[in-house]
């Protein structure tokens, strides 16, 4: 078993270099299996799930060539299988998007139940709307997820709920579909975005990506041959700004889109931090005691409930009483439990947290609950008195390229531990 052992307090201070998005890649992996041919995708985050599923890829009969740790050539000319190996898919999230894919390309998926982060009820309730209306026939027994159908015909589909994962499945699915797919009141964030621009890269017909609207004329085939970058992290990205703040320091990010921030840059000011935004990089620091902030996490471009809890540290550390209202996750305050165990003081109930604000953290040994929870830990094992050790890191590395790496390179006293179980 391994832990992150860190001993603070220490103001971070230095440049930051933001890896690719985790969650555009996640959508772009298995959007490969919709290309009858080569493509190669560059600026992948070095991270577990970007493994994980390029492991399940060559499972269905895609060859796979590392360039090096951030770029990889995907052959999808010869895929073999429509059945994804069950006992990793049901290991995280973002597998269901094999679904839309098979689909789209083969007429036929079975996928495990996702897993992933433990945030409460994750329905995916409008993905089956959605594939539905497309033609296919979709079945959940034991575990698992049959999707079938004798070819998909474009339609228009309404999203009940902004869900960033149907409004993914639906384009995987639809791509290939006959005719045109309309979306109404699907999500705008930035990997939805970066998913439509990679597979009109190539050959789709999507238009509207990160509009209220997405149209896509379905096309014959996605021949591929180009090279696609996956776009900048703007969870990563966030989480060094708010650790700028909360361990009182100053840091500039670097490879950073600066409009996907903006939502969390208006907090930042809010509470009385400092941003400089400049181009592909911004600058965040700490003068001053920050103070209190209602939040209300909301879809794209809300506030991103993404960057709730390594918020949550900046509040549980600024004066006065601030309220978070999680609009998004049933369960994604199980980390404020851990903080309290480091002197804050937070009270949540329900879909609300209030912290009252302390002059200092301590540090405790804690738990890693989920991937940005685990952020969050180290931001305030960071900016804590003593030693902190985080455990749990799987959730961690899921998301996080050398996390603690980067940490350090900005002068955190911080290490990666093995110990036995």
């Not at 006992?87 to 999230?93: A, Q, V, Y």
């Not at 149907?166 to 939805?192: C, M, R, W």
């Not at 008195?385 to 455990?391: A, L, P, Q, S, V």
């Amino acid at each position: 078993m391994e832990k992150l052992v860190i001993t603070g307090p220490t103001s971070l201070k230095g440049e930051v270099e933001i890896s690719g998005a985790k969650n555009a890649a996640v959508a772009i992996l298995p959007a490969t299996l919709l290309i009858n041919g080569v493509c190669t995708i560059e600026n992948l985050p070095d991270i577990s799930d970007v493994k994980i599923y390029c492991e399940i890829l060559e499972s269905l009969g895609a060859k796979i060539t590392w360039q090096d740790k951030h770029t990889i050539t995907v052959d999808s000319r010869n895929i073999t299988s429509t059945t994804a190996p069950l006992d990793i898919t049901r290991k995280f999230r973002a597998s269901y998007y094999l679904i839309g894919s098979l689909l789209g390309r083969c007429g036929r998926a079975e996928v495990g139940l996702p897993g992933g982060c433990n945030l409460g009820p994750r329905p995916i309730d409008q993905h089956i709307k959605g594939f539905e209306a497309l033609g296919a026939t979709v079945n959940v027994s034991s575990g698992n997820i049959v999707a079938s159908c004798n070819g998909l015909k474009g339609t228009s589909i309404y999203m009940d709920i902004v869900s960033v994962g149907a409004t993914l499945n639906v384009i995987l699915a639809s791509v290939l579909a006959e005719g045109t797919t309309i979306i109404d009141n699907p999500a705008k964030e930035p990997h939805v975005v970066d998913l439509a621009n990679f597979l009109n890269t190539m050959g789709a017909d999507i238009r509207g990506a990160g509009t209220d609207i997405i149209k896509i004329n379905g096309v014959k085939e996605l021949k591929g041959g180009t090279t696609y970058s996956v776009v900048p992290d703007q969870i990563e990205a966030g989480t060094f700004m708010l650790a700028a703040i909360a361990t009182k320091g100053d840091i500039l990010v670097k490879n950073c889109i600066t409009k996907h921030l903006e939502s969390l840059t208006a907090k930042i000011l809010e509470i009385g931090g400092n941003v400089d935004s400049n181009g592909d990089h911004v600058r965040v620091w700490w003068d001053k005691p920050t103070t209190k902030a209602t939040i209300k996490t909301l879809p794209y471009p809300g506030f991103p409930t993404d960057l709730q809890p390594q918020m949550g540290v900046c509040l549980a550390l600024s004066k006065g009483t601030s309220i978070i209202n999680e609009s998004i996750w049933d369960s994604r305050f199980q980390y404020t439990y851990e903080l309290n165990k480091m002197g804050a003081n937070i009270t949540s109930k329900g879909q609300s947290a209030f912290f009252e604000g302390v002059d200092k953290l301590y540090g405790a040994p804690v738990y890693a609950s989920d991937l940005r929870a685990g952020a969050a830990l180290i931001i305030a094992g960071i900016a804590a008195e003593g030693k902190t050790e985080i455990y749990n890191l799987n959730h961690i590395d899921r998301g996080y390229e050398d996390i603690e790496g980067k940490f350090r390179k900005l002068g955190a006293n911080i290490e990666r531990v093995k110990e036995e179980d």
